[in-house]
């Protein structure tokens, strides 16, 4: 079974930034497109931002022009830059292929706050 490990969240004043890593095990990184979701409590899961095999990426409405999704198929990582930090990004970050595999890692607490 794959495993997905997500690593980089962490406590942040607005407008500042994290960078999030996910360690995908296997062979299946390069072959796929991969995304990264968030979820806060309540709500459902949400795709913010994706990118394919060619590298080619799509960000949702709200990160656009804040968040950078970028990968290193030697590595097997994904990564998401998150500059300019809003209160409402606060929430659990996961990485997942496109579309998602049946099963999530343990996600990475990102919190927004002064």
């Known amino acids: 079974q794959v495993q997905l490990v997500e690593s980089g969240g962490g406590l942040v004043q607005p407008g500042g930034s994290l960078r999030l890593s996910c360690a995908v095990s296997g062979s299946i990184f390069s072959m796929n497109a991969w995304g990264w979701y968030r979820q806060v409590p309540g709500k459902q899961r949400e795709l913010v931002a994706g990118?394919?095999?060619?590298?080619?990426?799509n960000l949702a409405n709200s990160v656009k022009g804040r968040f950078t999704i970028s990968r290193d198929n030697a590595k097997n990582t994904l990564y998401l830059q998150m500059n300019s930090l809003r209160p409402e990004d606060t929430a659990v970050y996961y990485c997942?292929?496109?579309?998602?595999?049946?099963?999530w890692g343990q996600g990475t607490q990102v919190t927004v706050s002064s």
């Open positions: 990118i394919a095999r060619d590298g080619s990426t």
């Open positions: 997942n292929r496109f579309p998602p595999l049946e099963y």
